[in-house]
């Protein structure tokens, strides 16, 4: 979600933060007929290139059964390269083309596992009313804390800069590629998020529609510089698999502050963003074999100067705090849910070998910032259980798959 740059702040890390002193920096997440790709499948991924044996697995969540899919994509146990050897770094074309190969595996994954859904269906269409004159009729139920409030506006304003995002992802990924395949297909469906939530927000008015839509207007008419995040295509990959895992954790801790129909929008969204993490998540796993010094430093990169796209919605500080404050999202939830998993339980960056000097200094470097993160966040006192895994499994990140 956001970026505070406090003196509380850990340097580089945008995302939302608590209230002080605990604030510190916070991010900002009917029937359904199976989607089957027609066409032939592509030939596998390239093989592993990691050298510690056995491979773990990063725990599984205690259930969130009904995120969860089997894996239909394996990945082929290669050693390489053997432990103690630099392995040599990929041309940008060649990184591209093994990368894109890849993604083509990735994309039927993701398309044997989608669910056909309607936005239309979830909405209550039943609550609305005409509005007029520029106000926004009473909302339907009781009002909803600030919190949350505050994390419809941010995250439905996030998903309104599609426009903005879907460039960027222009730029870097070919148009004639898996890979621009991939961004038309991410694009409606995160196209879809949008116009759910605008639905359901607009019949149920748990915002002021006019302020909403002019922060709207204002958002997508300033535009988005991706900055760092444009570095390259391995950096814009990881930044995705960072920001689909964090907007996932949103969405979904924000529906359970929400009526049953609301948090059935949240889940159905929640399960989307779960899937494109996942689908970048396991390209930047491809990246590490293939070229790992190359990505250590994009992780290097993307982890430390970390920010959520909503940063230049208006007063997104503020909003970020009361994400944190109602347990949506904070610098906890982002250091536990978000970077260790991935970081240090799945890409497992302390173990990687063949990495030249380089890639060591940005891994050192990155593995100094995790444990300035670590300790601040161990200086926190503890968060609303509201992002936590919870007894009953409802846990906000799925990283099975
Ligand atoms: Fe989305
Ligand atoms: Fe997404």
Redesign the pocket.
């Known amino acids: 979600m956001s970026c505070l740059h406090d003196r509380h702040a850990t340097p580089g890390v945008s995302i939302g933060q608590g209230r002080p002193p605990r604030a510190l920096a916070t991010p900002s997440p009917g029937a359904l007929e199976c989607e089957l790709r027609p066409g032939p499948r592509r030939e596998a991924c390239p093989p592993i290139r990691r050298s510690h044996e056995p491979h773990q697995e990063h725990p599984e969540p205690p259930n969130d059964r009904h995120l969860r899919h089997q894996d239909s994509w394996s990945r082929p146990s290669v050693t390489y390269p053997p432990a103690g050897v630099t392995a040599l770094r990929l041309g940008d074309a060649e990184l591209r083309d093994l990368l894109d190969e890849s993604a083509g595996q990735l994309l039927e994954r993701h398309l044997d596992r989608s669910k056909e859904w309607f936005p239309h269906e979830l909405v209550p269409w039943e609550l609305g009313r005409r509005c007029s004159g520029g106000e926004t009729p009473p909302p339907a139920g009781d009002p909803l804390p600030a919190g949350v409030l505050s994390a419809l506006f941010v995250n439905l304003l996030t998903e309104d800069n599609l426009p903005h995002y879907f460039a960027a992802l222009a730029d870097t990924f070919r148009s004639a590629s898996a890979l621009g395949e991939w961004s038309r297909r ?1 694009a409606a ?2 196209q879809r ?1 949008a116009t759910v939530l605008r639905d359901w927000i607009c019949v149920t008015r748990h915002l002021d529609l006019v302020r909403l839509e002019r922060a709207r207007m204002k958002q997508l008419s300033s535009g988005f510089d991706p900055g760092v995040r444009a570095h390259g295509l391995v950096d814009g990959v990881v930044y ?1 698999a960072l ?2 895992l964090a ?2 954790i949103s969405h979904w801790n924000t529906g359970r502050l929400l009526d049953p129909c609301g948090a059935a929008v949240m889940k159905r969204v929640a399960a ?2 779960n ?3 996942l689908f970048y998540r396991d390209l930047v796993s491809v990246a590490l074999e293939i070229d790992s010094s190359a990505t250590v430093e994009a992780l290097d990169r993307q982890l430390t100067r970390f920010e959520m796209p909503g940063t230049l919605i208006e007063d997104f500080s503020r909003h970020a705090r009361a994400i944190a404050d109602a347990g949506i999202y904070d610098l906890r939830i982002h250091h536990d849910q978000v970077v260790s998993p991935l970081v240090i339980g799945h890409w497992r960056l302390p173990e990687l070998d063949g990495l030249d000097a380089p890639a060591e200094r940005a891994r050192d470097h990155l593995l100094s910032h995790l444990e300035r993160l670590r300790r601040v966040v161990a200086r926190m006192p503890p968060s609303s259980d509201l992002g936590g895994p919870g007894p009953a499994g409802q846990g906000p990140a799925d990283h099975s798959g």
Request: hydrophobic residues 15%; aromatic residues 14%; without cysteine.
């Open positions: 991410w469906e995160e998020h995705l920001q689909e907007t996932r989307d963003e899937r494109h993490y």
